[in-house]
């Protein structure tokens, strides 16, 4: 069973849209993922009443309120528990996971991982802003280490999860990254989750005015991002840089920066990008590479085939409604061992 | 070689089955049940045992026993005290001595009963040959050789031939019992199926368990219980755990909707998640979830979904779904909630029977956070308290918690099976697609529910979640007012549930001197205690209650008809409690056992005595 489509270019952003205050600070980069969702759904061929949004709780999680679609928002780190329900009830439904490095990686982890592993065909957008915003500023398991924080005023003493690795040891087949600042590629990359079968986890880094500004600055810097980030596209050789002249190659099984047309490196030498790769040990190496010494991966990491969930439950349910003799509760109620008193036999 | 034993007619037998928890006794006792029920008795049934899987081989805490009542009149419990116990090993009679009656049969495996395995039970003597087994009718059975010497033929390892042993047992306990040994050998072809050897070999030790016990001096009398009086039609055999997972189904087909359970294993609550996972060709989706948390969540989605959702645990499991729960009273989406109890706090008891979650169904949350809180009195009527679950959650648009309990969950009974077609029907609150007069809490005037608008449905898009939301519109606000209408709109809805629900019923005359209360899983104790008093010319009724929040509307004229009051409960007083709260003109006075065991009618006859001729004083 799969979601039914509809043709595209039937609906419009218009069709999204809420009456209602957006709540978020100005200059916070969740508006950008609000407003291209609302620009992707209609490319989608998702009918609109087939849209869900379940959310947990954070900055991220008030998601729901903001857009005319059905909403759940639910509790703290249990968005990925909801939406298993609500897809593995109705997989026609398209539902999308809005949800926080807070929400999804300390509380929800369990349930994150999970959902991934059962590969339940959902869209988790991580508004990864490496800190709890909400509560107002205490680190988060995807703040930097030794990062000053209104909890860890002498700096954080813990390793960071890259939400990217979580997602490949929890046989994720769909990872992508963002950044909050980049609509045309959000865009992209958020029709590309939507239409894969299978879990897609979104990150997005996103950035967070009041309590982590400039996060992800050293990555998404307008004078910085062309050689701090590679934007990587299945098929095509891993490049990246102001002068398009970086690119990353595999030596001797470990990857490294090479520069194009410096000791003989020709674009043959580089990697090219097979995000449907079943082996996911590059797309591994890709999420973990960072500065300074890599870019840091954008686009789709990952996108493989694997089954799914609910689809698997809907086939086990169909043959197992074809091949039963029991066809009602009081077929039930009547197999195996069952016995006949009678009033005769009770007469003595 | 036959003889012509004498034939005892009794009106009602208990049977105990007794060995290590590999031993097969949980299996041979449902045999002896199901034939039992074949032939027409009433039954009861009440499995015990360890919590480990194989606790140490021939140790007092590795027994694993099974209790079987069988009546021709009416059994309500499984018995205080066994007239036939099965032991195994001497662990077996050490933990079952004070269980059985005088004068019972004693049958042992002889094979067993030595030195290495009295040391193991914590024998300092003999038990055979000091006086401690005076007075009972012992049969000393070579139980494992002639199993071992009959078993051989078929080619089976020696510990697969000790496998077959209980049926050596049951063999016996059929000639005992005056039952056609087919009964066995169909229960047996059913069991193995496909493997043919197993089939041919259990059957034969069950013939030569059977030829045993006609041979020896020992058995030279044998019981008949005849059929049931006052019952007719057609019945099974059935546990509280199977009941409550049919009871879901039906009230899933009933409603029109389909069944969803999102759950997580836990003990004793985990044959409900086995048994909705075979029932994919009914429509029902059962969702093993990673945690408890899940379990729920998965199940509130469901709900939003459109699906009758439920989810099934014990009290570790309960604790923790209580955020969950308090937001499916929060969003008001239907939800049923099966909370299995078992001894606690903490892991407690995991394998035995209490009824220590009463306050946590009722107040175990954050919030004001009322809920339907109802329990089933008996292994078969989970089936009509699930059904009864299912269809207040949908109706009411709020989520219900069932309380059954180790005891229940795992006894059985005989159950006259119903036709589905004479339940009460079940109508979910649901909306037509494009109501344009639709708003997400908008409420139905009579039961206060709001309805259910489903994701996929065209026009109704809303929100819905765990922030407080404004009256009709369901937009999030913070408004005081507001958010003080919206908490009493809530606890309304629940206590407006006491308009669809029966007036509580009395056992015995509707005034008196003492008035026995009780609730959920201790209904065949007190009944059997009651009735026998009532019998005896004394002024004593009973109340069961299995509606617990909302209480029935008659509950205070039924307290008022009695000079005393007693409430009677496997936990510290948490009902008594409760209705201390509700009622603070009358007095309640307590019974209370915390032992991981129900109670025994006896224990209960005794306090109701002492109670009643204190009044005569």
Known sequence: MAEEKIETGTLSRQDFKLDTTVKWCAGCGAHAVLSTIMGALPETGVKKENVVFVSGIGCSSRFPYYINAYGFHSLHGRASAIASGVKTANPNLSVWVMTGDGDSMAIGGNHFIHIIRRNINVNIILFNNKIYGLTKGQYSPTTPKGSITKTSPDGTIENPFQPGELTMGAQGTFFARVVDSDPKMMKDVILKAAAHKGTSVVEVLLNCVIFANDVHKSITGRDVRDDHQIYLKHGEPMIFGKERNKGIRYNCNKMEVVTIGENGITEEDLIVHDATDPDDSTHYNLVRMGLPEFPVAMGVVRSAESTVFESLMHDQVQEAQKKTKLKTVDDLLRSGNTFRIDDEETVS | MGKNPK?????????????????????????????????????????????????????????????????????????????????????????????????????????????????????????????????????????????????????????????????????????????????????????????????????????????????????????????????????????????????????????????????????????????????????????????????????????????????????????????????????????????????????????????????????????????????????????????????????????VILLTDSYLANGSELWNIPSTKDLPDITPPLVADNDEKYQPYLRDQEKMNRFWAIPGQEGLRHRVGGLEKEDVTGTVSHDPMNHQVMVINRQKKVEKVADYIPDQEIIGEKTGDLLVIGWGGTYGGLVSAVTDLQKAGMSISLVQFNYIHPLPKNTEQVFAGFNKRIVCEINMGQFAYHLRSKFQQFEFLQHNKVQGLPFFIAELKEKFIEILEGNHQ
């Open chain 2, 7 to 399: 034939i005892v007619q009794r009106e009602d037998v208990v049977v105990k089955f007794a060995g290590d928890s590999g031993d097969g006794m949980q299996l041979t006792g449902s045999q002896f049940s199901d034939t039992s029920a074949f032939v027409g008795n009433d039954l009861s049934t009440f499995p015990d045992y360890p919590s480990e899987i194989r606790a140490p081989q021939g140790t007092v805490a590795g027994v694993s026993g099974f209790q079987v009542h069988i009546g021709h009149k009416e059994v309500t419990t499984p018995g205080d005290q066994a007239d036939v116990l099965v032991a195994m090993n001497p662990a077996a009679l050490k933990a079952n001595m004070k269980w059985i009656k005088p004068g019972a049969t004693v049958i042992i495996d002889i094979d067993n009963f030595d030195n290495k395995h009295y040391k193991k039970a914590g024998y300092e003597e003999d038990p055979l040959h000091d006086d401690s087994l005076d007075g009972y009718n012992v049969v000393k059975a070579p139980i494992t050789n002639l199993t071992r010497d009959t078993a051989k033929q078929f080619g089976l390892d020696q510990k697969t031939a000790d496998k077959t042993r209980n049926q050596f047992v049951a063999g016996m306990l059929y000639w005992l019992f005056n039952r056609d040994i087919k009964l066995g050998e169909d229960f047996l072809k059913d069991k193995f199926r496909t493997k043919e050897n197993l089939v041919k070999a259990n059957m034969a030790v069950l013939h030569a368990g059977y030829n045993y016990a006609e041979t020896i001096e020992a058995l030279s009398t044998t019981f008949l219980v005849d059929p049931v009086k006052n019952k007719k039609g057609l019945f099974r055999n059935m546990t509280g755990n199977l009941a409550t997972a049919w009871g879901l189904l039906a009230a899933a087909e009933k409603a029109g909707l389909k069944l969803f359970l999102g759950s997580y294993p836990i003990t004793p609550a985990t044959e409900i998640l086995q048994e909705i996972a075979k029932r994919k060709h009914l429509g029902a989706v059962a969702f093993q979830a990673e945690d408890e948390i899940a379990g729920i969540c998965s199940a509130i989605g469901a709900s939003f979904s459109g699906r009758l959702a439920v989810t099934t645990t014990s009290g570790p499991g309960l604790a923790l779904k209580s955020e969950a729960i308090g937001l499916a009273v929060i969003t008001e989406l239907p939800l049923v909630i099966v909370n299995v109890q078992r001894g606690g706090p903490s892991t407690g008891l995991p394998t035995k029977t209490e009824q220590s979650d009463l306050m946590q169904a009722l107040y175990g949350r954050n919030g004001e956070s009322p809920a339907i809180v109802i329990a089933a009195s008996t292994p078969a009527n989970c089936f009509d308290f699930a059904y009864t679950a299912a269809k207040l959650s949908v109706e009411h648009m709020t989520p």
